[in-house]
């Protein structure tokens, strides 16, 4: 063969490998993005069980304008999405790893509903997490890792 020949097989080579290499890099940032967005629709609908938990009055098992009491069913406190849970304080920092469901214990007009999925975030070390502070005409996406 002449040099032509290998150089244009070299290449070639190159080519095919920097291909792959980007495939698999949106690949990855495609899944991380999924998982951070079912995540964050759990966590809508987690929220709007708690805004219907306070506008419920005591009598019927609700809040009556208070989030004291409120908690995530064992039903919700997971799924192939991630994992979920209820706090009364924001979480801090990436490395906040929900646990058990929570009940709000004291009088609040404010919950933090925490978020966990299964990938790897874009830390490349913990999970993604997600979290939405909870009020009882708002709800507010803040995205952790």
């Given at each position: 063969m002449g040099t032509q020949q290998l150089l244009l097989i070299v290449l070639g080579v190159v080519i095919v490998g920097i291909a792959i290499a980007i495939g698999i890099t949106l690949f990855k940032s495609n899944q991380q993005s999924s998982n951070r967005d079912q995540v964050i629709n759990d966590l809508e609908n987690l929220a709007w069980k708690a805004q219907?938990?306070?506008?419920?009055?005591?009598?019927?098992?609700?809040g009556g304008e208070d989030f004291k009491g409120f908690y995530?069913?064992?039903?919700?406190?997971?799924?192939?999405?991630?994992?979920?849970?209820?706090?009364?304080t924001a979480p801090t920092?990436?490395?906040?790893?929900?646990?058990?469901?929570?009940?709000?214990?004291?009088?609040?007009?404010k919950i933090y509903i925490?978020?966990?999925?299964?990938?790897?975030?874009?830390?490349?070390?913990?999970?993604?997490?997600?979290?939405?502070?909870?009020?009882?005409?708002?709800?507010?996406?803040?995205?952790l890792n």
């Open positions: 219907a938990y306070y506008r419920r009055p005591v009598s019927m098992a609700g995530i069913m064992s039903a919700d406190t997971g799924n192939d999405n991630g994992s979920y849970t209820a706090s009364p920092g990436n490395a906040y790893v929900p646990g058990d469901t929570t009940h709000i214990q004291a009088a609040s007009q925490i978020g966990c999925g299964k990938i790897i975030g874009n830390d490349e070390v913990s999970f993604v997490k997600v979290y939405v502070t909870v009020t009882h005409m708002t709800q507010d996406i803040f995205i």
